[in-house]
């Protein structure tokens, strides 16, 4: 009995000793795969990623210094010139300041909550050079985001040009970055957002941008009042010139505004690329037509403005479109946008000094609804997301350009009452408004005769 156990002890060793390889190599087959899902799930850097995210950081400050301030600057009367070139720079300057030290934090701070971002990288705690965002520099990342705060805040200011006090808009632009724009800035891009989390298409910033910065112009249009002698005086832009050359550097520098928010130079750049050529003709072409028919002339301000609706609309769909779509909605967009400045603006009576809202806000809302239409694969557009239909896709579009209207306005509204109390009053006096804000506020002549 000891013998057959001990050679059935001796058969089992041998057994075992012979079925080792075997399960060494499956062993060393599971940490193979299990080191290649780690090195595949580790962030890695790209450079040519890097190298097109650094670039289109570079365009879209192009967009605001000068793109912002020769376009507005040129749509002004003479006299005023110099005070929107100031304040486009003075704006930038301050968003930049504010987005390092606080508000990257409150838009991709990491906190779980669908509205804020929290305080955990307030002055860019824990970042450094190595950190990664995706397959870019983290650094990158906030450089480019910091462009968007910076040309959304810049372009309010053209619905209350001409009048407002220099200290009145800083402060106003201080209170309105810090609790508008990086709460919906944060609620559309980031991965606890709440847009972000019902699947809102918003690719490059209808909401974030456009909207936000079309209603926030609007409440301050209404709130500073309108110019003096308003419907009554000649107001007509001192250099077209001027305000096509800037327009035509938007369109250039709007190249990184959407193909950048690609995060990458692959494939969706390249769609984003192609829409944005595409929305901007549809765009020009739609106002042209628009304006021949009723009007019986086609202006260069019109084509200007037709380009600019056509970017607009095509920022939050410039990803999920396709180039044929994008062209649709690009003239759907500025007929609509040439509707609410030819007839809804006079027909209401404000001032919309530079058609922030008429172009911007509706083309960002006309853009932002679009995008849950002209993303159905039947039109051309990349598909729904998830596994909905047009109608699910489309409450989602219209429930986030509801809350982002809602939100800025009210928040808005509060903001100029307070900086009205605390400034003594949001508009210059009569008569420095007459003789203009280059001299009176700066102290400085555009031009020289």
């Keep these: 009995m000891k013998n057959i156990l001990k050679y059935s002890g001796l058969a089992a060793a041998a057994s075992l000793l012979a079925g080792l390889p075997a399960l060494a190599q499956e062993a060393t087959e599971a940490v193979g795969e299990a080191v290649v899902e780690v090195v595949e799930a580790a962030p890695t850097l790209d450079t040519g990623d890097t190298a097109w995210m650094l670039i289109s950081t570079a365009l879209v400050l192009f967009m605001i210094l000068p793109g912002v301030a020769l376009f507005y600057g040129g749509l002004v009367r003479t006299k005023n010139m110099l005070s929107v070139l100031m ?15 606080y508000g990257y934090s409150f838009a991709f701070g990491g906190a779980e909550g ?9 002055f860019l705690a824990g970042i450094t050079p190595d950190t990664l965002s995706g397959t870019i520099p983290e650094y990158v990342f906030i450089s480019f985001q910091m462009t968007f705060a910076c040309i959304t805040s810049a372009l309010i200011i053209g619905g209350f040009a001409e009048r407002i006090k220099f200290k009145a808009v800083m402060l106003f632009i201080f209170l309105w970055v810090s609790i508008v724009y990086f709460p919906v800035a944060h609620m559309a891009w980031d991965a606890n957002g709440l847009f972000f989390g019902w ?20 409440v301050g249009a209404i709130c500073v009042g309108k110019r003096v002698g308003y419907g009554k005086e000649n107001m007509q832009p001192h250099s077209l010139t001027l305000t096509l050359v800037g327009a035509s550097i938007l369109f250039v520098g ?4 959407n193909a950048g928010s690609a995060l990458g130079a692959g494939a969706g750049a390249g769609l984003a690329m192609l829409n944005t050529f595409t929305a901007t003709a549809g765009g020009i072409l739609g106002w042209v037509v628009v304006e021949t028919m009723l009007r019986g002339k086609a202006s260069m301000l019109g084509g200007a403005s037709g380009m600019i609706a056509g970017l607009v609309a095509i920022t939050p769909a410039a990803g999920v479109v396709g180039p044929v779509g994008a062209i649709v909605l690009g003239a759907l967009a500025s007929v609509a946008c040439y509707y609410f400045v030819a007839v809804v603006k006079p027909k209401l009576g404000y001032d919309d000094s530079l058609d922030v809202f008429g172009i911007h806000g509706i083309g960002g809302i006309v853009g932002a609804v679009g995008a849950g239409i002209f993303c159905a694969p039947s039109l051309g557009g990349q598909g729904f997301a998830g596994d909905r239909g047009m109608g699910e896709q489309l409450f989602y579009q219209v429930a986030a350009v509801g809350i982002t209207v ?24 009569e008569e420095a408004e007459r003789e203009g804000l280059d001299l009176t506020s700066h102290g400085e002549r555009a031009y020289h005769y």
Excluded at 114 to 122: A, D, L, M, N, S
Excluded at 199 to 218: K, R, S, W
Excluded at 406 to 413: E, G, K, L, T
Aim: with cysteine; aromatic share 16%.
């Design 199 to 218: 699947e809102v298409f918003d690719f490059a910033g209808g909401t974030v941008v456009h909207i936000n910065a079309g209603v926030a112009a609007l």
């Design 406 to 429: 809602i939100y800025c306005a009210v928040v808005s509204f509060i903001l100029f009452k307070v900086v009205g109390a605390l400034t003594g009053g949001l508009r210059v006096k």
């Design 254 to 257: 709007w190249f990184g505004f």
């Design 114 to 122: 669908p509205y804020f971002g929290g305080f955990g990288k307030v």
């Design 87 to 101: 304040q486009t720079t003075a704006i930038t300057a301050m968003c930049i300041v504010i987005y390092v030290l």
